[in-house]
């Protein structure tokens, strides 16, 4: 079975602090690693890793994979209260229809 | 960039009732769409996998016969909750992926959800 772990679970920080979020996993036959944003409504699309080592940018945001360690990490940088979500890591295997395996997430809070 | 449209957003109803979501893609075709339940400060739980013109795929201890998927088109899938109670009240997201392209892998892409309240 899929296997996705988040951390820190929830963690408060103040504007303009650097977040640093965890995932690990464990699946057979990993396809690719997905970040996404949820905020009030459904999850909002932030990056698709497949490789090892390359970094993947938005902004503020910014991503990377490690295949050998079984992780990724999300950081956002010069944090904004609008950052306040939960963001949700998940993993796609191959099974040949693009199935998700999700984390509990990571609530981050960001108070002005 | 992938649009899901999710309808409705929001519905109250009475015990008993059924109630049916709608999932489109509104510009991509999905022969694949996943039905997902998430409750309260917790994470997506994926409830059934949904193939157009077939049977879906329902994960373990998800009903069939209680939460009805229909995949009639390749921009339509329908997950009908029937004779709700409270206990189904929830939070209720789909999502689907454009076909690769290039070949490379799409993300999935989710609707705005429905927010389903049993009284």
């Known amino acids: 079975e899929d296997k996705v772990v988040q951390s820190p679970l929830s963690l408060v920080v103040h504007e303009g602090d650097t977040v640093t979020l965890n995932c690990s996993y464990e699946v057979t036959n990993f396809r690719s690693l997905l970040w996404y944003k949820q905020e009030k409504k459904a999850p909002t699309f932030l990056f698709m890793l497949?490789?090892?080592?390359i970094e993947k940018k938005s902004g503020r945001l910014s991503s990377i994979l490690d295949k050998k360690e079984l992780f990724s990490i999300l950081n956002i940088t010069a944090t904004q209260t609008g950052d306040s979500a939960i963001y949700l890591c998940?993993?796609?295997?191959?099974?040949?229809?693009?199935?998700?395996?999700f984390g509990k997430g990571n609530q981050v809070v960001v108070i002005p | 960039g992938a649009v899901v449209s999710q309808h409705p957003s929001w519905v109250i109803c009475k015990s008993g009732t059924s109630v049916k979501i709608e999932c489109r893609s509104l510009?991509?075709?999905?022969?694949?769409m996943f039905w997902y339940r998430q409750f309260p400060k917790q994470s997506l739980m994926l409830m059934a996998t949904?193939?157009?013109?077939?049977?879906?795929?329902?994960e373990q201890g998800v009903e069939k016969d209680k939460f009805l998927i229909n995949h009639a088109s390749l921009t339509l899938s329908t997950l009908t909750v029937t004779s709700a109670h409270p206990e189904d009240s929830s939070f209720y997201i789909c999502s689907a992926s454009p076909p690769r392209g290039g070949g490379y892998n799409q993300p999935q892409h989710f609707g705005d959800g429905t927010r389903l309240s049993i009284l």
């Open positions: 510009d991509f075709q999905a022969t694949t």
């Open positions: 497949t490789s090892s080592g």
């Open positions: 998940a993993v796609e295997a191959y099974y040949g229809n693009n199935r998700l395996a």
């Open positions: 949904s193939n157009e013109g077939s049977k879906a795929t329902y």
